[in-house]
């Protein structure tokens, strides 16, 4: 393969901005969620070039085609291979061949490529994910929903600056100004069931996304360490709502060292777990 190391985009959820969707059926938009998910879209968009061709490219070149699914599902997978399919030579793509995306299974291929050569690059912005909504609810004596007006309710956090960096450790600039609430005030006014002392130190707090993007934190981070400080369910950024890349409702653990993996946007649910007995 004749890709370059450093001119790989950096696979991080920060960079994401573009949704594609087909329309309103369930299945179409688990389909654009799984292209959001697997990172296609770091390199793909739906009417433009960018590191790969478009999706309106490919789907024009496939559709129709016999056995076009499984041969894209096998390439999604495996790559095209050292010398590629020939869209950088023709001004379509900037990078010669695709790497593999091993990430991906077979099942989610083959939908991703029927998805890819039917949808024609009909494109949506990411108003497609925005939450207007938080539900709290697992292991909680009161399960509700938090639209942005009820979390102005409770105690204002202000959040100053925070370097934006993904697992990688790639530097994705800075997030200024956040309004919000802490976690832990929401999770008090739900207020956490434990049978016995012993049970918190076991729960687990699930934080998703429209987009299904999960992440954890334990009740310990949230209650007993300094990282609940920054825990914060937040709903403006320079005194203004959430955009549509992220809002309406969006999370942060500002203290992580690195900041990218536990910034959920569109959060859309908070779920207590007792995760062991
Ligand atoms: C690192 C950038 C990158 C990522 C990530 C990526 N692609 Fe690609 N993709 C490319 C490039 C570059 C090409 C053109 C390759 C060529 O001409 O061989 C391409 C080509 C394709 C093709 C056409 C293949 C062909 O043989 O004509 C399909 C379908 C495709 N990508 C789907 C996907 C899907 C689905 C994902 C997510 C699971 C994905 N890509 C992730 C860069 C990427």
């Known amino acids: 393969m004749t890709l370059q190391k450093q001119s790989l985009p950096r696979l991080c959820l920060g960079v994401w901005l573009?949704?594609?969707?087909?329309?309103?059926?369930?299945?179409?938009?688990?389909?654009?969620?799984?292209?959001?998910?697997?990172?296609?879209?770091?390199?793909?968009?739906?009417?433009?070039?960018?590191?790969?061709p478009s999706f309106r490219e490919i789907s024009g070149k496939y559709s129709g085609?016999?056995?076009?699914?499984?041969?894209?599902?096998?390439?999604?997978?495996?790559?095209?291979?050292?010398?590629?399919?020939?869209?950088?030579?023709?001004?379509?793509?900037?990078?010669?061949?695709?790497?593999?995306?091993?990430?991906?299974?077979?099942?989610?291929?083959?939908?991703?490529?029927?998805?890819?050569?039917?949808?024609?690059?009909?494109v949506s912005g990411p108003q497609h994910f925005v939450s207007e909504k938080v539900r709290i609810s697992g292991r909680v004596e009161q399960v509700f929903e938090l639209s942005v007006a009820e979390l102005r309710?409770?105690?204002?956090?202000?959040?100053?600056e925070i370097p934006v960096t993904c697992q990688s450790?790639?530097?994705?600039?800075?997030?200024?100004?956040?309004?919000?609430?802490?976690?832990r005030d929401i999770l008090e006014e739900a207020k956490i069931v434990s049978r016995s002392h012993n049970d918190v130190k076991k729960i687990a707090i699930v934080a998703s996304?429209?987009?299904?993007?999960?992440?954890?934190?334990?009740?310990?981070?949230?209650?007993?360490?300094?990282?609940?400080?920054?825990?914060v369910v937040f709903y403006e950024r320079n005194g203004l709502p959430l955009a549509d890349d992220e809002g309406r409702i969006a999370l942060i653990s500002a203290k992580d060292t690195r900041t990218g993996p536990r910034h959920v946007k569109w959060l859309n649910g908070i779920e207590v777990r007792q995760i062991v007995d």
């Open 153 to 160: 309710k409770f105690p204002p956090q202000q959040i100053g």
């Open 209 to 231: 996304a429209s987009d299904d993007y999960r992440v954890v934190f334990s009740w310990s981070e949230i209650f007993n360490s300094p990282l609940g400080d920054g825990i």
């Open 18 to 52: 573009l949704a594609l969707s087909l329309g309103a059926s369930a299945s179409e938009e688990d389909r654009s969620a799984l292209a959001q998910r697997n990172g296609c879209l770091a390199c793909h968009a739906g009417m433009e070039t960018k590191i790969g």
């Open 65 to 122: 085609q016999e056995g076009g699914v499984e041969l894209l599902a096998g390439r999604i997978v495996s790559g095209t291979g050292e010398h590629g399919s020939g869209w950088a030579k023709d001004g379509k793509a900037t990078l010669a061949s695709m790497p593999p995306n091993g990430n991906v299974s077979p099942e989610n291929a083959r939908k991703l490529a029927a998805w890819i050569i039917a949808a024609k690059g009909k």
């Open 169 to 183: 450790g790639a530097n994705l600039g800075k997030i200024e100004n956040l309004k919000g609430v802490l976690l």
